[in-house]
């Protein structure tokens, strides 16, 4: 089946920028999402990238896809506490026309 | 503005009890799904439906089934609850199912089950 990995931890300074990095295996790949789970809640959509495009930025997020490459990352600009969260990278192709594959999630905590 | 409402939000069972998880959404969503969150796990798809009247089985069904009652509500039932089902079991509900169209999966706040 198709595959989605992520580092499993990422530790940075506040203020720093952050980038969480996500490699996938399906190259009929249509849609890549970043989630953000806070602890105790669901999972919130931070943005999503369609296959055609190599970069997105919304506000303190840029997005960068590597189709040939199959990776994908998320940059946080100016890294605050209130970014500490697991982040998912989940992709949908044509493979799987009607779900999700999430990757294990990546820790990041900011540290003061 | 309540999106994807799950209960109940945590529960206790012993093995071999049945219980419904609940999930109802108000965006008038075509689409609806049920996961499991297992630590270092992601999530993985149980089941979904991708539209009102029809459900169809995702990565781990066995031991689940799923009543697509109406638009809105979508619940999820373990007949005889196994230990190895403890974890976290997330709700999502989407316009149109991917890839057909960029709307994504909104996510109620989960439900929390621990099998004795």
């Known amino acids: 089946g198709e595959d989605v990995e992520q580092s499993l931890f990422l530790s940075v300074r506040e203020g720093d920028s952050s980038v969480i990095n996500c490699t996938y295996t399906d190259s009929s790949s249509t849609y890549l999402y970043w989630y953000k789970q806070e602890p105790g809640a669901g999972l919130q959509l931070l943005t999503y990238i369609f296959s055609n495009m190599d970069m997105k930025q919304d506000q303190r997020l840029t997005v960068l896809l590597n189709k040939k490459d199959k990776h994908l990352s998320l940059r946080i600009a100016d890294t605050q506490t209130g970014d500490s969260a697991i982040y998912f990278c989940a992709e949908s192709g044509l493979g799987s026309a009607r779900q999700l594959t999430f990757g294990s999630g990546t820790q990041l905590t900011v540290l003061p | 503005n309540a999106g994807v409402t799950q209960t109940p939000k945590f529960q206790v069972l012993k093995t071999g009890q049945s219980m419904t998880l609940q999930c109802a959404q108000d965006m008038n969503h075509n689409s609806m799904y049920w996961y499991r969150q297992d630590p270092g796990m992601g999530l993985r798809l149980i089941y979904y439906s991708a539209s009102e009247g029809t459900t169809d089985k995702g990565e781990v069904p066995n031991g689940y089934n799923v009543s697509r009652l109406n638009k809105r509500e979508f619940s999820l039932r373990l007949e005889s609850a196994a230990p190895s089902q403890t974890s976290v079991y997330f709700c999502?509900?989407?316009?149109?199912?991917?890839?057909?169209?960029?709307?994504?999966?909104?996510f109620g706040d989960g439900t929390r089950l621990s099998i004795l």
């Open positions: 999502a509900s989407s316009e149109a199912p991917a890839p057909y169209s960029n709307q994504p999966q909104h």
